[in-house]
């Protein structure tokens, strides 16, 4: 399988977790400072405390999806081992943050990162847990977005295949919600986008019916533009 990744903005993204967490810390720490000096500085420390937690927990979030190992596009990858040379994943350089084309078809893969048993009811998504985790009741949750997210990556995914082969007819591009969490067990029934997870992405690729695929000259025209 053909990778192509945006090394670039991976290691933007993982150096501004890190400018962020240390902004923060250093904020809450000049925080404790002013108020040894000054015990009278009360509402200056609370809204620079306020201010350094939101940068510091702002870099962290940062810092585990851009910095941590694995990163979600080496999950993919990892997911998709084994595929040949017909298959080509772009992590965030074909509008989606990750495009597959395939011999079968075009599709958008969506990452969700809920843990539990994952349903659909018809209407609404929920994930039902049995753990109980720190400020978090067990028990079953709404998922909202989910229909919302992969619209707007098809469509973003779309419009960069566009700019590259403007001459050519809409590409059909399917969405597939992926939930990447290892205590997750996906169990839906008449859900209305293509629903797995990630340890049987492969094989649930393998299965879908197939659709009109990019040419091979078109896949080499995508993988040669810089900046889709």
Same mark, same amino acid.
């Given at each position: 399988?053909?990778?192509?990744?945006?090394?670039?903005?991976?290691?933007? $993204?993982?150096?501004?977790?890190?400018?962020?967490?240390? %902004?923060?810390?250093?904020?809450?720490?000049?925080?404790?400072?002013?108020?040894?000096?000054?015990?009278?500085? #009360?509402?200056?420390?609370?809204?620079?405390?306020?201010?350094?937690?939101?940068?510091?927990?702002?870099? %962290?979030?940062? #810092?585990?999806? $851009?910095?941590?190992?694995?990163?979600?596009?080496?999950?993919?990858? *990892?997911?998709?081992?084994?595929?040949?040379?017909?298959?080509?994943?772009?992590?965030?350089?074909?509008?989606? !943050?990750?495009? %597959?084309?395939?011999?079968?078809?075009? =599709?958008?893969?969506?990452?969700?990162?809920?843990?539990?048993?994952?349903?659909?009811?018809? @209407?609404? $998504?929920? !994930?039902? /847990?049995?753990?109980?985790?720190?400020? +978090?009741? !067990?028990?079953? +949750?709404?998922?909202?977005?989910?229909?919302?997210?992969?619209?707007? *990556?098809?469509? /973003?995914?779309?419009?960069?295949?566009?700019?590259?082969?403007?001459?050519?007819? @809409?590409? /059909?591009?399917?969405?597939?919600?992926? =939930?990447?969490?290892?205590?997750?067990?996906?169990?839906?029934?008449?859900?209305? %986008?293509?629903?797995?997870?990630?340890?049987?992405?492969? #094989?649930?690729?393998?299965?879908?019916?197939?659709?009109?695929?990019?040419?091979?000259?078109?896949?080499?025209?995508?993988?040669?533009?810089?900046?889709?």
């Amino acid at each position: 399988m053909r990778q192509h990744v945006d090394l670039k903005m991976i290691k933007r $993204w993982n150096t501004a977790g890190k400018v962020f967490t240390f %902004l923060g810390l250093g904020i809450l720490i000049g925080a404790f400072i002013m108020t040894f000096r000054d015990p009278n500085v #009360s509402n200056q420390f609370l809204i620079l405390s306020v201010f350094g937690v939101i940068c510091a927990q702002a870099g %962290l979030a940062i #810092s585990n999806r $851009w910095g941590a190992s694995p990163r979600i596009d080496e999950i993919i990858d *990892e997911a998709l081992k084994g595929f040949d040379n017909q298959y080509e994943i772009y992590h965030y350089r074909l509008g989606a !943050s990750h495009a %597959l084309l395939t011999p079968i078809g075009a =599709f958008a893969i969506v990452p969700c990162y809920e843990d539990g048993e994952i349903t659909y009811d018809g @209407e609404k $998504w929920f !994930s039902q /847990s049995t753990k109980r985790k720190f400020l +978090r009741r !067990s028990g079953k +949750r709404s998922i909202g977005g989910l229909q919302k997210n992969a619209k707007a *990556e098809v469509q /973003s995914m779309q419009r960069a295949i566009d700019r590259v082969l403007p001459e050519k007819p @809409e590409v /059909s591009i399917q969405p597939i919600l992926v =939930f990447v969490n290892p205590d997750t067990y996906v169990k839906v029934d008449g859900a209305p %986008l293509h629903t797995v997870h990630v340890k049987k992405l492969k #094989s649930f690729i393998r299965r879908l019916p197939k659709a009109k695929p990019l040419t091979t000259n078109e896949m080499k025209m995508l993988a040669e533009k810089k900046g889709v």
